[in-house]
Nanobody, 124 residues
Framework: VQLQVSGGGLVQTGGSLRLSCVVWGRTFSRLVMGWFRQAPGKEREFVAA????????YYADSVKGRFTVSRDNAKNTVYLQIHSLKPEDTAVYYC??????????????????WGLGTLVTVSS
């Protein structure tokens, strides 16, 4: 299984960005997809997750209202739309896939597959 993340870059405070994660090698519509991030000097943390069909989503409290996770099963792709970016959003963003469960969650250890990540830098 391969996960390829793209869409990171340098953005000004208040700007927006959309990250994409394409998945190969598994039936995408049977994967719970999650987004995580790791800021410099900090541990990786959960950001958002989405169920198989996209009907259920789950967010970390710190990003509710600014981040939106969505998926297109026809394109084997999950997205993370980020609005009102803040300097504290600077991090490497990873997508992950859970091949066991059907509902979104933030338990990092239960995700089976991981992409390499993309760097998002928010300038102040």
């Amino acid at each position: 299984v391969q996960l390829q993340v793209s869409g990171g870059g340098l953005v000004q405070t208040g700007g927006s960005l959309r990250l994409s994660c394409v998945v190969w090698g598994r039936t995408f519509s049977r994967l719970v997809m999650g987004w995580f991030r790791q800021a410099p000097g900090k541990e990786r943390e959960f950001v958002a997750a989405i169920s198989w069909s996209g009907g259920h989503t789950y967010y970390a409290d710190s990003v509710k209202g600014r981040f939106t996770v969505s998926r297109d099963n026809a394109k084997n792709t999950v997205y993370l739309q980020i609005h009102s970016l803040k300097p504290e959003d600077t991090a490497v963003y990873y997508c992950a896939a859970d091949a066991t469960r059907s509902l979104p969650h933030g338990k990092e250890y239960e995700y089976d597959y991981w992409g390499l990540g993309t760097l998002v830098t928010v300038s102040s």
